[in-house]
């Protein structure tokens, strides 16, 4: 079970950090991975880490401003957001890909996932 939180309304430039809890998974061989998907757009990743090692992939549209990390002790992952643009502005999802090899944080595509969670609305005002 994932459970995404932290979404609101930020002015550009400003910062958001959304939080994924995740529940019943029985190893760590996952990644999770951040979702978003605007009004007429196809879902893309954002960001994705392997539970296991840490590694994490960035595509180059939030390279250098989201940051993702994990809690293994609160079995949550988190995506801090900076320097945020309106087009930065989706429904986020956090998603979990199971079985997934060391050294890498998952395939991070839409169809690779496993496990989806709720969305969270981001909106960021010009």
């Known amino acids: 079970q994932l459970q995404a939180s932290g979404g609101g309304l930020v002015q550009a430039g400003g910062s958001l950090r959304l939080s994924c809890a995740a529940s019943?998974?029985?190893?760590?061989?996952?990644?999770i991975g951040w979702f978003r998907q605007a009004p007429g757009k196809e879902r893309e990743g954002v960001s994705c880490?392997?539970?296991?090692?840490?590694?994490?992939y960035y595509p180059d549209s939030v390279k250098g401003r989201f940051t993702i990390s994990g809690d293994s002790a609160k079995n949550t992952v988190y995506l801090q957001m900076n320097s945020l643009k309106p087009e930065d502005t989706a429904v986020y999802y956090c998603?979990?890909?199971?079985?997934?090899?060391?050294?890498?944080?998952?395939?991070?595509?839409?169809?690779?996932?496993?496990?989806w969670g709720k969305g969270t609305q981001v909106t960021v005002s010009s």
């Open positions: 998603a979990a890909e199971t079985s997934v090899l060391p050294g890498i944080p998952g395939l991070c595509l839409p169809f690779g996932m496993d496990y």
């Open positions: 880490i392997n539970i296991r090692d840490g590694s994490t």
């Open positions: 019943g998974f029985t190893s760590d061989d996952y990644a």
